[in-house]
């Protein structure tokens, strides 16, 4: 049997966490920011070469938007709970 004690948190290294946890998250959202940048520019480039019509080009922006908000509200959620957890 192996025995770790370990130190209660603090409510200083508690706030640290949360920084921590906060700019993670931001730097999540803006990879995905990133990421729908570059499909979106992907979806023109298709349009303007007649790989897709102008009404495919809206429906994959309106999709894209979709998938981006769902895992917003996923990254949004998952900070939340361990807010809560470190609380």
Known sequence: IIRLSLPLLTE???QVLIKI???KAEQTRKTIRHWREDAWN???RNEKE?????DDK?????ELQKLVDDY????KSLVEKKKNELV
């Open 12 to 14: 200083e290294y508690r």
């Open 21 to 23: 946890l906060n700019e």
């Open 58 to 62: 809206f429906r994959g922006k309106d």
């Open 72 to 75: 917003t509200e996923k990254i």
């Open 42 to 44: 992907e979806i023109q």
């Open 50 to 54: 007649k790989k897709m019509s102008e």
